[in-house]
């Protein structure tokens, strides 16, 4: 006779349980996985919006031209932070230039206010930096700028000089460099002289790319234009160079040295000033072909300049000869200088003459002006 066993197969409660935990754990590390998935793409939505916010007040750093920063976004136009995050795609007027954002945050004016979770961007205009509350336990914040003097504290400095790297000394009443900026939403200009030495500068200058202009109000008036890209936190150097000589006025009147005198030891020749009325008080030889020392100076016939007879002491080259008195010559006019006296020695007394036919002579006046000829 056969026995039966009446026991069924099946699933004991604490298996159950086991198997309950195990699917408790596997969703609890799936709800993780998708929470900080999630947040990782909330996270990079919002330092993206950030940062091309960021752009929007300041400008892009990587767009150049020439070797030039061109982009500063709302400062760089305005010459302000805005009063909020909207100004960045709201027309304002004057020198704004906006949209300072990409296409699709001016296409959609609400949501990119907004950061990834939905919040509204906190703006912080006095201590210039961006916020958003995150997912509530943790605040992402980004900085504008470092402080608010390095958007708007900036230097620019630089030289004035001509083609012979001269400064414009006396001249640089006459010469007006200007910069515009912009100052409270609008272009305005500022402007100086430079120094003798030529050195200027302007402080304080905002952040930009900026038009100096350096014009020339004697002689030639002309000017020199460029553009100048002034970073956050920067001296920037904006050196100017003219093409030619500052001073340039008196040209000399060809055909018109002469030798003259019993010795032929005497020069005489024209110069006429092609600038405006200019005050010359002195010239030097700046180079002579042969051996030779003067003693007197004559301008329109009158002296300005004598040697010391006791003990001698003649002029040659590189000696200034400073007029006594000073002389002046007026716009589109002629005078006549005399240089008479060139003997072989400087100190002898008595000395010999020397022939000045033929001899190439080199002479700058004090004005800056050099004139080249072979007296006949």
Known sequence: MKTINSETNGV??????????????????????????NYASRFSKTTKQMAEIVKGFVGNPDLVSDGRRISFGYVGDMGRLPDSIGALITPEG??????????????????????GWGDTFVYNQQSAYIQSKGNGKQFMTMKIVDTITDLFNNLVSGTITDINSAPPAEFCPRISIRLTIPRDGVLVDTSCTPRADGYFEFSPVPIGYHRMVVTKQFGTRDSVVRWISVLPRSNIIADFRFPYSFRTNLKYVEGSGVVWGSDF????????????????????????DTIAFYEEVYWQGAQVWDYSPAPPQRNGVGDIAAFNPIQSIGINK????????????????????VNMTGIEIVIKFSDGSIIDFRPQ
């Open 12 to 37: 004991t409660l604490i298996e159950m349980l086991i198997v309950i935990l195990i699917l408790g754990l596997l969703i609890a590390v799936g709800y993780r996985t998708i929470d900080a998935t």
């Open 94 to 115: 004057g020198n704004w230039k906006g949209p300072y954002l990409p296409r699709q945050f001016v296409e959609d004016r609400i949501s990119f206010k907004s950061d």
């Open 265 to 288: 030891n005497n020069i005489g020749f024209q110069v006429f000033n092609s600038g405006d009325s200019l005050v010359v008080d002195s010239l030097v030889m700046v180079s002579l």
């Open 334 to 353: 002629v005078a006549r200088v005399d240089i008479n006296g060139f003997k072989l020695q400087r100190t002898a007394q008595p000395a010999d003459p």
